[in-house]
């Protein structure tokens, strides 16, 4: 039986939920048809076929597996292994597939030894080469096709090996990360089955070597569990199995320089890692292997003044955008946190899980590419530590920054003036606040009214659809609907009065035809990114002190998920009772929530809050 990516994928996602989820649902998210997803669960429910109480299924309310954790249970670890099941990989896993083919081997492969180890034909295994090309540019490597002899890479070491990492952390994240990290909390007697039938459709020699490394990482830490970071192990074990592989056809990092033992700690458990996996392939302890073996693609030097790279990001992107993000602190408090964390992780996985690196890319292209430039000038040319879901996390920081200046910046006050001083003026209204940013409603009055309420008000200026003589603010007068010239009159006068540069006081322009649904959802959906980053940014900021550093992202998507939850009304709702001392905190929180216009209640709180109690392991 065979099951495709997507297929296992669907299998997880159940797995990960406790509640149906509906077909229509499954289709938005893998973007197929509904008689696609179908086919999925056809399949999906054959190839279970023995376990009839297993899947379940409800028109109008749709599917979900049985809450039965021992079931459960049985098909993460027939998944984790594929027992029973050809895995059948899709183009982006053939990528992969070749990635691993050409950087294990210290000969050129021929078109004809891929097509057997593929099992594809030769027009779609030149289209995947093609792919296959363009994804490792970005890392400075180069597919060589050679006559007569075949296809060869052409990189540095350690651009080959950055490459070989980013790829295996992202199969990692993809498969199931949480299912691998099960694994090493496993007891040793049981665990080298389960390895053995481990398959991640990569490379089967590759994957060997990385299954023992996983083994006898597994049984030097199962005696003290509380105290480790999984992700650390598995970063770690990637690392070391590309060591060995790359090894095993002569391709060291550096010299064969050996380590002097004497120097190092016997009971650190990286060192011992290296040590016992090198004995094991009979490899000596080479120093250069070491030094790759616990900073990785890491290029970011200890000694680099981290502040002083924070500034000069802050004002590369502040120039190039014309705004002045120099201008404020708390961006750079928060972006310098960010980078500290980022940058001083030897082990972090390089591909962090960011959930709104294709929103953020769809809706701020500018500002997106400027932060990436800026990175790459800045930061580092490695595409394994400088990606979309690095610079998206930066993003978010500015697009921040960009809305707290937006409310101190000192705008443009104006009266719109109509026939009855209401109805055509919430569309007027509306047209100008779509294209131009820096200007604040101070009223609205009829043309009867209009010299009244203007000595009232005293606005910065009027905007009127009547000829308003004798008004000493002041005036332009447009057309009912703004035509494109009303709206770049208004926009040149904005700038005279405030004294800004063009481009501050422009908003997005747009055509003037109606706003359809398309653009209000992508509009909702802006609104709510920003939204989530304020308010984890100020909720961080008000419970970093007993947060420990390594719950950071979890407590990011916490917030996020939390608010996604508050806007489609799913909040949870178990009563709770709250500690005395989190009593001020709890209130704290809730003003943060009151001040976005969001209602929290105590549950989700009390949620909040747990991350508080949380132990720091690095203090154990």
Same mark, same amino acid.
């Given at each position: 039986?065979?099951?495709?990516?997507?297929?296992?994928?669907?299998?997880?996602?159940?797995?990960? /939920?406790?509640?149906?989820?509906?077909?229509?649902?499954?289709? !938005?998210?893998?973007?197929?048809?509904?008689?696609?997803?179908?086919? +999925?669960?056809?399949?999906?429910?054959?190839?279970?076929?023995?376990?009839?109480?297993?899947?379940?299924? &409800?028109?109008?309310?749709?599917?979900?597996?049985?809450?039965?954790?021992?079931?459960?249970?049985?098909?993460?670890?027939?998944?984790?292994?594929?027992?029973?099941? $050809?895995?059948?990989?899709?183009?982006?896993?053939?990528?992969?597939?070749?990635?691993?083919?050409?950087?294990?081997?210290?000969?050129? #492969?021929?078109?004809?030894?891929?097509?057997?180890?593929?099992?594809?034909? $030769?027009?779609?295994?030149?289209?995947?080469?093609?792919?296959?090309?363009?994804? *490792?540019? %970005?890392?400075?490597?180069?597919?060589?096709?050679?006559?007569?002899?075949?296809?060869?890479?052409?990189?540095?070491?350690?651009?080959?090996?950055?490459?070989?990492?980013?790829?295996?952390?992202?199969?990692?994240?993809?498969?199931?990360?949480?299912?691998?990290?099960?694994?090493?909390?496993?007891?040793?007697?049981?665990?080298?089955?389960?390895?053995?039938?481990?398959?991640?459709?990569?490379?089967?020699?590759?994957?060997?070597?990385?299954?023992?490394?996983?083994?006898?990482?597994?049984?030097?830490?199962?005696?003290?569990?509380?105290?480790?970071?999984?992700?650390?192990?598995?970063?770690?074990?990637?690392?070391?199995? *590309?060591?060995?592989?790359?090894?095993?056809?002569?391709?060291?990092?550096?010299?064969?320089?050996?380590? +002097?033992?004497?120097?190092?700690?016997? +009971?650190?458990?990286?060192?011992?890692?290296?040590?016992?996996?090198?004995?094991?392939?009979?490899?000596?302890?080479? !120093?250069?292997?070491?030094?790759?073996?616990?900073?990785?693609?890491?290029?970011?030097?200890?000694?680099?003044?981290?502040?002083?790279?924070?500034?000069?990001?802050?004002?590369?992107?502040?120039?190039?955008?014309?705004?002045?993000?120099?201008?404020?602190?708390?961006?750079?408090?928060?972006?310098?946190?960010?980078?500290?964390?980022?940058?001083?992780?030897?082990?972090?996985?390089?591909?962090?899980?960011?959930?709104?690196? &294709?929103?953020?890319?769809?809706?701020?292209?500018?500002?997106?590419?400027?932060?990436?430039?800026?990175?790459?000038? !800045?930061?580092?040319?490695?595409?394994?530590?400088?990606?979309?879901?690095?610079?998206?996390?930066?993003?978010?920081?500015?697009?921040?920054?960009?809305? /707290?200046?937006?409310?101190?910046? &000192?705008?443009?006050?104006?009266?719109?003036?109509?026939?009855?001083?209401?109805?055509?003026?919430?569309?007027?209204?509306?047209?100008?606040?779509?294209?131009?940013?820096?200007?604040?409603?101070?009223?609205?009055?009829?043309?009867?009214?209009?010299?009244?309420?203007?000595?009232?008000?005293?606005?910065?200026?009027?905007?009127?659809?009547?000829?308003?003589?004798?008004?000493?603010?002041?005036?332009?007068?447009?057309?009912?609907?703004?035509?494109?010239?009303?709206?770049?009159?208004?926009? &040149?006068? #904005?700038?005279?009065?405030?004294?800004?540069?063009?481009?501050?006081?422009?908003?997005?322009? /747009? +055509?003037?035809?109606?706003?359809?649904?398309?653009? %209000?959802?992508?509009?909702?959906?802006?609104?709510?990114?920003?939204?989530?980053?304020?308010?984890? !940014?100020?909720?961080?900021?008000?419970?970093?002190?007993?947060?420990?550093?390594?719950?950071?992202?979890?407590?990011?998507?916490?917030?996020?998920?939390?608010?996604?939850?508050?806007?489609?009304?799913?909040?949870?709702?178990?009563?709770?009772?709250?500690?005395?001392?989190?009593?001020?905190? /709890? #209130?704290?929180?809730?003003?943060?929530?009151?001040?976005?216009?969001?209602?929290?209640?105590?549950?989700?709180?009390?949620?909040?809050?747990?991350?508080?109690?949380?132990?720091?392991?690095?203090?154990?």
């Amino acid at each position: 039986m065979q099951l495709t990516d997507r297929e296992i994928k669907i299998i997880y996602l159940l797995l990960n /939920r406790n509640e149906p989820i509906t077909i229509q649902k499954l289709s !938005e998210l893998y973007g197929v048809s509904v008689r696609t997803i179908k086919y +999925d669960l056809k399949d999906i429910k054959a190839g279970f076929k023995e376990d009839d109480e297993l899947f379940k299924a &409800k028109p109008h309310v749709g599917v979900w597996i049985t809450n039965d954790n021992d079931l459960r249970e049985a098909v993460r670890k027939k998944l984790l292994g594929q027992t029973g099941f $050809e895995y059948y990989p899709d183009p982006q896993k053939r990528i992969l597939q070749i990635a691993f083919l050409l950087s294990l081997t210290d000969q050129a #492969v021929t078109l004809q030894q891929l097509e057997n180890k593929l099992n594809v034909s $030769e027009s779609t295994l030149l289209n995947d080469l093609e792919r296959f090309r363009d994804s *490792i540019n %970005s890392f400075e490597i180069k597919l060589v096709h050679k006559s007569f002899y075949g296809y060869i890479l052409i990189g540095s070491e350690y651009a080959i090996r950055s490459y070989l990492e980013a790829v295996l952390q992202k199969v990692i994240s993809n498969f199931d990360i949480y299912s691998l990290i099960h694994l090493l909390q496993t007891d040793s007697e049981e665990i080298n089955g389960q390895l053995s039938s481990l398959l991640m459709g990569l490379n089967v020699e590759f994957e060997y070597i990385f299954k023992r490394i996983l083994y006898y990482a597994s049984g030097m830490v199962a005696s003290d569990e509380e105290d480790v970071n999984y992700n650390e192990i598995l970063a770690i074990s990637s690392r070391l199995a *590309i060591i060995i592989a790359r090894l095993s056809i002569n391709k060291p990092i550096g010299s064969y320089q050996e380590i +002097d033992i004497a120097g190092f700690d016997a +009971d650190n458990l990286n060192f011992q890692l290296f040590k016992k996996v090198c004995g094991e392939y009979d490899f000596l302890l080479y !120093e250069d292997e070491y030094q790759y073996l616990i900073n990785g693609n890491q290029t970011i030097s200890k000694d680099k003044d981290l502040a002083a790279l924070t500034q000069k990001i802050i004002h590369s992107v502040g120039i190039q955008t014309g705004k002045p993000f120099e201008k404020d602190k708390q961006l750079f408090d928060s972006l310098l946190s960010h980078l500290i964390s980022r940058l001083n992780s030897k082990y972090q996985f390089t591909s962090e899980y960011n959930p709104f690196v &294709k929103d953020i890319k769809a809706n701020y292209p500018e500002l997106f590419g400027v932060i990436y430039q800026v990175c790459i000038d !800045e930061v580092s040319i490695n595409p394994a530590i400088v990606n979309d879901s690095f610079v998206s996390f930066l993003a978010l920081h500015f697009m921040v920054s960009e809305q /707290r200046i937006h409310k101190t910046q &000192k705008k443009v006050r104006v009266v719109y003036v109509c026939s009855t001083g209401l109805g055509v003026t919430s569309l007027l209204q509306q047209k100008i606040e779509e294209n131009i940013s820096a200007i604040e409603i101070a009223g609205f009055t009829s043309l009867l009214s209009a010299k009244r309420q203007v000595k009232k008000i005293r606005p910065d200026l009027v905007i009127s659809i009547f000829d308003l003589p004798d008004i000493d603010v002041p005036v332009i007068q447009v057309n009912p609907l703004p035509t494109k010239q009303d709206i770049e009159e208004i926009r &040149k006068k #904005v700038v005279m009065i405030s004294k800004a540069r063009p481009e501050q006081v422009a908003g997005k322009k /747009r +055509d003037f035809e109606d706003v359809s649904k398309n653009v %209000s959802l992508r509009n909702f959906s802006r609104n709510l990114i920003m939204t989530m980053f304020s308010i984890y !940014e100020e909720t961080y900021g008000l419970l970093r002190e007993n947060i420990p550093a390594i719950y950071q992202d979890a407590f990011m998507l916490h917030i996020f998920m939390l608010i996604h939850r508050i806007n489609f009304n799913e909040e949870y709702q178990d009563s709770v009772d709250f500690k005395v001392e989190d009593t001020e905190l /709890r #209130v704290k929180i809730q003003n943060i929530f009151n001040e976005y216009q969001l209602e929290i209640n105590d549950s989700e709180i009390q949620a909040i809050l747990e991350y508080t109690h949380i132990d720091n392991p690095q203090e154990e």
